[in-house]
């Protein structure tokens, strides 16, 4: 099996030190750099938006996965584009035109995902899976790192794999929530971890990065 890419989220990050921080996620190896934006409303937590996000576009050429959980994310997908995002995921749960949307992602030139939250299955997405580029499984309620992972998670992502290979989708399956070395086992199909807390407040991310690389022997 092929070693998942890692995505430290931001959120755990020590904003009074962004930069600082971005570049010591390049140094330990990090693939993709998680960047968590709320908006109160979609979750029950506000993060970042446009003005750190361009902050940090400045700062790193890692790509930037964009994970949006805002409620009608079409008002603002342009505008993220615009701030230097390469993936944008907006949630399943947060509108209604996904293929739309979808379309208008790639129309801006940047690769397209959709998030689900823990209590949504993964079946919703069979038709529109061979036109995303990424699917972000929640494995715990988003709003907050640090929480736990949900273990029935672990079945969604395998009923994922199984649709993605009956359909012909190469959507990437990424998994985002309470991933730990000892949680990322669980999901062995997943091709993206996404670590808040288990790695931006471990005393040696570098080895906890070789850990997560390393879970899906
Ligand atoms: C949760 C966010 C996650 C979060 C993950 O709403 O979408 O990306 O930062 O953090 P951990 O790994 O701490 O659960
Ligand atoms: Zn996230």
Known sequence: MKAPLIAP???SADFGRLAEEIKDLEFIGADWLH???MDGIFVPNISFGLPVLEAIRRYTKLPLDVHLMIQRPEDY???FAQAGADLLTFHW???FHHDRLIQEI???GKKAGIAINPATPVEVLIDIL???DLVCVMSVNPGFGGQRFISYVKQK???LSDLRYKVGSRALIEVDGGITPETAVLVPQADVLVAGHSLMHAQDRKAVLRQLKQSHP
């Open 9 to 11: 989220s931001l959120l």
């Open 157 to 159: 992502v395998q009923r």
């Open 130 to 132: 061979p036109e995303v």
């Open 77 to 79: 997908i342009e505008r």
């Open 106 to 108: 790639h129309r801006l």
């Open 35 to 37: 960047c968590d934006i």
């Open 93 to 95: 749960e947060a509108t």
